[in-house]
């Protein structure tokens, strides 16, 4: 498999799994983008993001594509857990 | 002699007025139940923008004019006292002059007082509320609600992080919340380090209550400065506007939106990325906007309803008091008779909040996952056309479409 094909391969895997989970036809990116511009320009829905949300998945509702003002903020709180969790409240 | 004793006199009234005494020029305030039409309410301090405004208009609705008198308490306060009937007001209560009594008075203009009446002619006077209100839902305070009280879902509130307008902060993500908020300084989230800057509310107001459910730190267990009293959210925009030099970074409040969108010259909102989210947002499309455009469609998910309480019949679920239901029903965008010479949905979304009829989404527990919502009766376009634009058709009896014409606008139902 060429290198391009591999990595055609692995869009499509990335995007089979972003919609896998509820069956929707909904759309989103492979990941969030983590180091985007803060306060990125107003131009229109951007690729990351859910477009035609299920009104019923809250996940897809607050991700939905949207013309509003988004900041994207590159945040890892020290005190996170290694697998991604919350430590209990002390 | 005279002169003399001309002097004397002067000097103890003097000295009476500096120390508050009876000499003081300032008529006492009238007793409450002398105003026209009063109506006795227990708010959260977040509605006092609504009281205001609303006050204003049913002092001057001709078709049925009415007194809002108003005092201010956390939400679960103002459900005991009206579930439980266990505290009379006796404190001097709010209200606003008609446009008669007063033509120069406006929003930001302070509120006139008047003393609680004394219905029973013994002991300290007092009042029981007519109307309750909650600015969370009521299920988010431990109390039962009894039989003889209707609960009526009114607009959207939504809650905001606020720092001073000189920070360069412009937004916060759940973990970060969880542990600035949960751990203090031990959860070292820069730059709100400094547990003296953390300016939050009483563990039963409804701002505090919406922000816990949202970061899952029980209210009782924040880090911070609380504010308490019934002007709490006015000490946490007075603790923000006060921060000089470095805290000026460090400093960060908990606000209704409602508070906070008059006082924006002072104050910044932060952007908010709930728990699962890959954005941040503001409750508006921008952060100068008041559209409420990201609460209505739920990108921005810190926000609850208010909720308004009247006393029922048990028996026959009658108004106890009609003209407070005539309020309710007027906050909550219902239809009312006497038709009011105002349009109640236009008061509520200039004092920032989202009338039912403009949002897309819904939630049934505090914090609770939001899913689709579509009103009856549409009023986006409305709502967009007074809060910041729309780009909705205007219409004077039809629209294309299978679009309602309504309030001069193409509404989608």
Redesign the interface.
């Known amino acids: 498999m060429s290198g391009t094909s591999k990595l055609l391969v692995a869009v499509a895997l990335a995007f089979t799994a972003a919609c896998g989970d509820d069956g929707s036809s909904t759309q989103k990116d492979a990941a969030?983008?983590h180091d985007a511009a803060?306060?990125a320009p107003?131009t229109g829905p951007d690729a990351?993001?859910i477009t035609n949300p299920d009104?019923?998945q809250?996940?897809q509702?607050?991700?939905?594509c949207?013309?509003?003002?988004?900041?994207?903020?590159d945040?890892h709180?020290?005190?996170?857990l290694p697998d991604g969790g919350?430590p209990a409240?002390? | 002699m005279m002169v003399t004793h001309m002097r004397s006199l002067s000097l103890v009234t003097m000295m009476l007025a500096a120390l508050g005494g009876v000499a003081s020029a300032a008529p006492p305030p009238p007793v409450c139940d002398t105003l026209p039409n009063p109506i006795y309410l227990e708010v959260g301090d977040t509605q006092t923008q609504l009281m205001k405004a609303l006050g204003r208009k049913l002092r001057d609705n001709t078709p049925k004019p009415i007194t809002l008198v108003f005092t201010t308490n956390p939400s679960c306060t103002n459900l005991d006292h009206f579930y439980n009937h266990n505290s009379r007001t006796t404190v001097n209560m709010q209200y606003v002059p008609s446009t008669t009594e007063d033509p120069n008075w406006i929003q930001t203009s302070p509120t006139l007082l008047c003393t609680p009446p004394n219905p029973d002619g013994v002991g300290t006077p007092g009042i029981f509320a007519d109307i309750a209100n909650s600015a969370v839902f009521t299920s988010a305070c431990p109390l039962t609600a009894p039989n003889n009280v209707q609960l009526t879902t009114g607009p959207t509130q939504a809650y905001v992080m606020a720092v001073p307008k000189g920070s360069t902060q412009t937004a916060m993500t759940f973990e970060e919340a969880y542990f600035v908020f949960g751990f203090g300084m031990a959860g070292m989230i820069s730059p709100w380090q400094d547990e003296t800057q953390l300016f939050i509310r009483a563990a039963t107001t409804s701002t505090a209550l919406a922000w816990a459910a949202q970061i899952g730190v029980p209210a009782a267990s924040w880090k911070g400065q609380r504010q308490t009293g019934s002007t709490g959210s006015a000490l946490v925009v007075q603790q923000l506007e006060a921060t000089t030099g470095p805290a000026i970074e460090t400093a960060v409040g908990i606000l209704g939106s409602e508070v906070a969108d008059a006082e924006r010259a002072k104050l910044s909102i932060l952007a908010w990325r709930a728990k699962g989210q890959w954005a941040a947002y503001y409750p508006d499309s921008t952060s100068t906007s008041r559209d409420k455009k990201n609460v209505r469609d739920g990108h921005y998910t810190v926000w609850s309803p208010t909720i308004w309480i009247d006393h029922i019949d048990a028996a026959t679920g009658t108004p106890t008091k009609p003209d407070a239901r005539y309020i309710i029903q007027m906050i909550a965008g219902e239809d009312v008779t006497p038709a009011p010479n105002f349009d109640p949905n236009e008061v509520v979304a200039r004092v920032g909040l989202t009338p039912l009829c403009a949002m897309h989404v819904k939630r049934e527990f505090e914090g609770g996952p939001l899913t689709g919502f579509t009103p009856n009766t549409s009023c986006t376009c409305k709502f967009e056309s007074v809060t910041d634009a729309t780009s909705c058709d205007l219409c004077t009896t039809t629209c294309a479409g299978g679009k309602v014409c309504r309030a001069g606008y193409c509404e989608e139902r």
């Open positions: 969030p983008p803060i306060d107003v990351n993001c009104p019923t809250y996940l509702i607050i991700n939905a949207t013309t509003a003002t988004k900041i994207y903020k945040s709180p020290p005190l996170t919350l409240l002390p």
